[in-house]
């Protein structure tokens, strides 16, 4: 190949362009975006000037019983942009508060679900499985604390919904290592856009020595210096308002598979730019975005160090220059503006490749999220420190990978559905949630799951309750493997070992993953590898196999009837999913037991 685009498809494409531009020039409000013509299969936001903005600091709420409402709401992401309907938690306008726990005690967090208008009312898909016209007028909702060792009836199930003025008390215990866990939406079938409105916050879970104080034990920066950042992109109509749909090829309440951003968000403002003074800064950020896998950086490559995955601190600070970040994972990071001279701006950039089928619409990667500009007052100047755990008066070390008693394969994969169905159908093991056909892991057992994932894209996988390490991955001749072990019918389990078709050696963890995740990137055509131990019911204080249901004892309804009208029947278990949001509600996501 020349790299020249073929005759017919250039005749192709010229003919979908014309296509579009008579739809445009019939009506001027056939597409509330703008088209570019050098790329006319996706939309593209309104001309937004970055930096205009500084970067909003997110509230804290602390104590251990905490009420956080969702409601619905206006909010100005960027001041070009006129105020767009939105969701907030607890009083915000966008997103919700960053909630602050202790190791150990109890946080009950009273939820209500006071959202009165449904601003992604227009991009609902009935089609997919469990939603209904009812979820336009009448919001479902779910909390989810997301890393939380929770009881299930408090994880936020995603078929335990609560409709407008209905809500319930969840209690999390809170025992485990200290970390940065967030909460966020989880309704069925509505979770990508539920959140995409707003319904996300930080949960900061502090101990004696991550104190998030001056003068803590481990000597990190806290306070003014201890900034929790989430990330997202978006995409904005040229009215303002946030939009879901990424192309045109899709129309109005149709789902889709991938749609990534074009304006990068944080903390609900577009582009913002963040004062600081000169010394370290300790960076809590959550990719909270609906697809999009980034691979963040400074601009000008400055090393900064890793100290903490989801599951908590490491050992001790790594030094790198970037991280990848998929949608649902956490990291923790030190990095250091004190060298930087006085009026310096340093941009937090992303070059993540965009995958290729979604490339080939025209999607470019969407640049950056955010500036720093470095004032002239010193900062916090204590260094990084040396280790952050080990020794008689600190944090017993990373335990060493557990050796796991069983292996299970599990798959990823994409599939093709009929006409009249929102196609492709996201999947694990070739079954839908619906299944009975789930994995029954053994309390107190350690397993190795092998990720097989046989899509051209990576995909966030997510385990409720636990945490994991991640061992490796390793390339996959994924036609070979398709052909020597054929793809039955759409739910039947499809998890064969892909081990006979690797290609290439092992690759070890990277070294923002090589503490304990809850969430790991399997990448497109292969098999990542992850060691999980699954806890017993004395260890956490609960019965993670409890049935729970309508259980009147935690139900709070405003309006008169139950929270449970979507499951009648006794739920059991938790689930585990991809975390791009939109593979997430059709229907790559399954339920789990932990059996005694």
């Known amino acids: ?16 362009t014309a296509g579009l531009g008579a739809v445009g020039a019939g009506s001027a409000s056939a597409y509330p975006f703008g088209i570019d013509p050098l790329r006319p299969f ?10 205009r903005e500084q970067l909003p600091p997110l509230p804290v709420l602390g104590g251990t019983a905490v009420e956080v409402h969702a409601s619905s709401t206006m909010h100005v992401f960027h001041p070009d942009l006129p105020a767009s309907p939105a969701l907030g938690y607890g009083g915000m306008d966008y997103l919700g508060p960053t909630i602050e726990a202790h190791v150990g005690e109890r946080t009950s967090l009273t939820y209500r679900n006071d959202i009165t208008s449904n601003p992604l009312a227009a991009d609902v898909d009935t089609r997919i499985h469990g939603v209904s016209e009812q979820d336009r007028t009448q919001v479902p909702t779910s909390l989810h604390l997301h890393g939380g060792r929770t009881p299930p009836e408090f994880d936020g199930h995603p078929e335990d919904t609560m409709r407008p003025g ?35 916050g930080m949960y900061l879970l502090r101990d004696e020595y991550d104190t998030g104080q001056t003068g803590n034990p481990l000597g990190l920066p806290a306070g003014e210096f201890e900034l929790p950042l989430v990330l997202q992109d978006k995409n904005f109509t040229d009215g303002g308002r946030q939009s879901v749909r990424s192309n045109p090829l899709n129309p109005q309440g149709s789902w889709e598979a991938a749609t990534p951003g074009d304006v990068g968000v944080v903390n609900g403002k577009v582009w913002p730019e963040m004062p600081v003074a000169r010394g370290l800064y300790r960076l809590r950020m959550v990719n909270a975005a609906s697809f999009s896998v980034w691979n ?37 990071l030190l990095v250091d503006f004190g060298a930087l001279a006085p009026g310096t701006t340093v941009e937090l950039r992303n070059d993540e490749p965009i995958p290729a089928q979604v490339a080939q619409r025209g999607v470019q990667i969407m640049p950056r999220f955010c500036r720093f500009r470095v004032g002239t007052a010193a900062g916090f100047t204590g260094g990084v420190p040396e280790t952050l755990r080990g020794g008689s008066r600190g944090l017993a070390v990373l335990p060493p990978v557990a050796r796991p008693s069983v292996v299970r394969n599990v798959s990823v ?11 492709p159908l996201m999947s694990l093991n070739n079954l839908r949630y619906t299944t009975d056909d789930i994995e029954m892991p053994r309390q107190g057992t350690v397993e190795q799951w092998n990720i097989v994932n046989v899509t051209p894209e990576p995909h966030p996988i997510h385990l409720h309750l636990v945490t994991f390490r991640v061992i490796g991955r390793q390339a996959i001749d994924t036609n070979a493997l398709m052909q020597a072990v054929p793809v039955p019918a759409v739910g039947v389990r499809w998890t064969p070992s892909a081990d006979p078709f690797v290609l290439g050696p092992n690759l070890a963890p990277q070294v923002w993953e090589s503490g304990f995740k809850d969430t790991v990137i399997a990448d497109a055509n292969s098999i990542t590898r992850i060691v999980v131990r699954f806890p017993t019911a004395d260890e956490l204080g609960f019965d993670p196999d409890a049935t729970f249901g309508m259980s009147a004892a935690h139900t709070m309804d405003h309006s008169g009837g139950g929270h449970m009208e979507q499951s009648s029947h006794p739920l059991q278990g938790y689930v585990w999913h991809c975390h791009m949001l939109d593979h997430e509600d059709h229907d790559m996501m399954l339920r789990y037991r932990l059996v005694p």
């Open 413 to 423: 994969m994409q599939l093709a559905q009929g006409l009249g169905q929102p196609s």
């Open 296 to 332: 963040l950086f400074f601009e000008n490559r400055m090393r900064f160090w890793v100290i903490g995955a989801e599951g908590g601190l490491l050992d001790a600070p790594v030094p790198t220059d970037h991280v990848r970040l998929g949608p649902g994972e956490r990291v923790d």
């Open 1 to 16: 190949m020349d790299g020249r685009i073929p005759r017919r498809s250039f005749v192709r494409g010229l003919a979908l």
């Open 166 to 200: 209905q809500g319930m008390v969840h209690e999390f215990p809170n025992r485990q290592d200290a970390c940065a866990l967030w909460y966020h939406d989880h309704a069925m079938g509505v979770t990508r856009l539920n959140i995409y409105a707003g319904l996300a």
């Open 42 to 51: 996706v939309f593209s936001s309104p001309p937004l000037q970055p930096f």
